[in-house]
Nanobody, 125 residues
């Protein structure tokens, strides 16, 4: 069964850090661009960051540039999101997702074909 499982969410005060991980199973994901998205309560899902299959290209939403870093370890089939200087506005359910193989890092959620179940991140002021 092909699946993505996120971990590392939790509660933190503003200015703190969290590291999210996404582990893929069922197949090798080294050729698939991966992305992180988030959905605050009552709002639409939004792009956070994405990374190419080999990790050489990355893309970030303006709201997280300079604070978040996406990375991947293809030997472990994992993608991570290091989140620093967290703000209350970062509170959301965070999802990792896989895009079709061979594409550049994608920002459009409609282009992703496999999603994890999500992990909650709560930042208090």
């Amino acid at each position: 069964q092909v699946q993505l499982v996120e971990s590392g969410g939790g509660s933190v005060q503003a200015g703190g850090s969290l590291r999210l991980s996404c582990t893929a199973s069922g197949r090798t994901f080294s050729s698939y661009p991966m992305g992180w998205f988030r959905q605050p309560i009552g709002k639409q899902r939004e792009f956070v960051a994405s990374i190419s299959g080999n990790g050489g290209l990355t893309s970030y939403a303006d709201s997280v540039k300079g604070r978040f870093t996406i990375s991947r370890d293809n030997a472990k089939n994992t993608v991570s999101l290091q989140m620093n200087s967290l703000e209350p506005e970062d509170t959301a359910v965070y999802y990792c997702a896989a895009a079709p193989a061979g594409r550049a890092p994608e920002t459009n959620a409609l282009l992703y074909w496999l999603w994890g179940q999500g992990t909650q991140v709560t930042v208090s002021s």
